[in-house]
């Protein structure tokens, strides 16, 4: 275990990342700058083959899998564990809240004193207005109640817990004017645009390691950039600013239906600045 003090931070720990896709990878290398242990899992040779030639650790676990396969993986003998495993609902999978219940298990049979799991803001569903943690949610809706189970499942992890409801991603190599270049009648023109930048994502992790709690109360964080202009605009304009064909929009009259992300108790409790607060501004300095 790796101790060391970096930006006015004490720091004692290692952090294991579970899913080591391309926001963990990120996470990673920011973690190694600050001489901060790190050791990853990832689904192929291939990938691990990746994470090596960037100096980080790993190794393969396939989801889902039993508990006492997963109990000797060398990612449960850290302190900080960081689950990154994408739902999948969309294909169609319904296994995600089981995954996550074995890995807490495995957990509490290791070294692992802290968990952060990565959710989504979609457990809000059809929400509208502004959303913040304590918001309540429609647990009619079957993804939402998918999601729920999974962050529900951190419940039965004995050490000291936090979710992270993560908005849409956005990056140096994940522009958003490439999300819907091109593409024509689309809906939910009046839609609020709720993303985050991968930096601000990192940065927020980062935060929530350096700072953890012994309370074994699960704490739950938003994590969503102020931009909030509607899906249309945002869009075009992102378009634009790499030179490709802007989205057409079907005619919205759902002005008043709009969903923000608001991401306050994160800021207030910890004192996260955000590197890119505005899209827009980010947008215009990237080209």
Not at 118 to 131: F, Q, R
Not at 176 to 182: K, Y
């Amino acid at each position: 275990m790796t101790k060391t003090k970096k930006n006015g931070l004490n720091i004692n720990t290692s952090v294991g990342i579970m899913g080591c896709g391309w926001l963990g990878t990120a996470l990673a290398q920011c973690l190694l700058n600050d001489n901060i242990e790190v050791f990853a899992t990832v689904t192929s040779i291939e990938k691990q083959k990746v994470l090596k030639n960037l100096a980080i650790n790993s190794e393969q676990v396939q989801l889902p899998t039993s508990v006492n396969e997963l109990k000797n993986k060398h990612v449960f003998k850290q302190a900080q564990l960081v689950i990154c495993i994408t739902p999948q609902l969309k294909y169609g999978k319904k296994d995600y809240a089981l995954k996550i219940k074995n890995i807490i298990s495995a957990a509490n049979n290791g070294q692992v004193e802290h968990i952060i799991l990565i959710s989504t803001s979609a457990v809000y569903g059809n929400l509208i207005g502004n959303i913040s943690e304590d918001a309540v949610l429609d647990l009619n809706n079957e993804k939402v109640q998918a999601l729920v189970n999974a962050e529900q499942a951190l419940e039965g992890f004995l050490g000291a817990k936090t979710i992270l409801r993560l908005t849409g991603l956005v990056g140096e190599d994940r522009h958003p004017g490439r999300f819907l270049a091109g593409k024509t009648a689309l809906s939910n023109a009046n839609a609020a645009v709720n993303l985050i930048h991968q930096q601000d994502a990192v940065g927020i992790l980062r935060c929530l390691l350096m700072n953890r709690k012994g309370s074994q109360k699960t704490e739950i964080f938003n994590a969503c950039c102020n931009t909030h202009i509607t899906r249309k605009e945002f869009y075009q304009k992102a378009t634009k600013t790499i030179n490709l064909t802007p989205p057409t929009f079907l005619p919205d009259t759902k002005q008043s239906k709009r969903k923000i992300i608001v991401t306050k108790k994160i800021q207030d409790k910890h004192n996260y600045q955000f590197v890119y607060p505005e899209l827009l501004t980010w947008l215009e300095k990237a080209t």
